[in-house]
């Protein structure tokens, strides 16, 4: 049973970097059987997917092409987590960010973290 | 992108009733999609993918349909615990979400 858990600043000046860290329980982060992903849910609206990872496939991290440009998902074995940078917030980023997973080697994410919430602004 | 599009916004329904909830993609994607409950203040929950195939724990009067762009969720006699938002997301061309169906007591 994977276990993740989200953590980082919950405050980022615009203009800033917000970088997250997500820690895997319960599984390995090097293993084929999981791909890995980071949504997101600005306050009251739907969710967006930011990036995601995966030892299954080679060409990745893949992106969201809207967030591309400013978005990187990579991983730390050492540590079996995986961490999200977001380059030049603005307002706009304000949401809750999830960490989730997908364990039966597909696309849908059957595992999610709890959410943290991150706030740009000054 | 693959801009996937919900319908009702909002469900009005009592306990005991059936709730059908749609999602249509812009272009085929398959059966590559899966819905989501999210209650208030938690994660999103899978309760299908591959279109119609339910997720572990999930309780058989969920059932889901469709294929290429026609998607849908339904529930056939609602429990007070699935007043929620329902999702629905595409994975054949990386990932998108529609905006989203709160089924809400009426």
């Known amino acids: 049973q994977l276990h993740l858990q989200e953590s980082g600043p919950g405050l980022v000046k615009p203009s800033e970097t917000l970088s997250l860290t997500c820690r895997v329980s319960g599984g390995s982060i090097t293993s084929s059987n999981y791909y890995w992903g980071w949504i997101r849910q600005p306050p009251g609206k739907g969710l967006e997917w930011i990036g995601s990872?995966?030892?299954?496939?080679?060409?990745?991290?893949y992106y969201n092409p809207s967030l591309k440009s400013r978005a990187t998902v990579s991983e730390d074995t050492s540590k079996n987590q995986f961490s999200l940078k977001l380059t030049s917030v603005t307002a706009a980023d304000t949401a809750v960010y999830y960490c989730?997973?997908?364990?039966?080697?597909?696309?849908?994410?059957?595992?999610w973290g709890q959410g943290t919430l991150v706030t740009a602004s000054s | 992108e693959v801009v996937m599009t919900q319908s009702p916004a909002t469900l009005s329904l009592s306990p005991g009733e059936r709730a059908t909830l749609s999602c249509r993609a812009s272009?085929?994607?398959?059966?590559?999609v899966a819905w989501y409950q999210q209650r208030p203040g938690q994660a999103p929950r899978l309760l299908f993918y591959?279109?119609?195939t339910r997720a572990s724990g999930i309780p058989a009067r969920f059932s889901g349909s469709g294929s290429g762009t026609e998607f849908t969720l339904t529930i056939s006699s609602l429990q007070s615990e699935d007043f929620a938002v329902y999702y629905c997301q595409q994975y054949t061309y990386w990932h998108t979400f529609g905006q989203g169906t709160k089924l809400e007591v009426k």
């Open positions: 272009q085929s994607v398959n059966r590559d």
């Open positions: 990872t995966t030892m299954s496939y080679s060409g990745g991290p």
């Open positions: 591959g279109a119609s």
């Open positions: 989730a997973a997908s364990s039966r080697g597909g696309w849908e994410f059957d595992y």
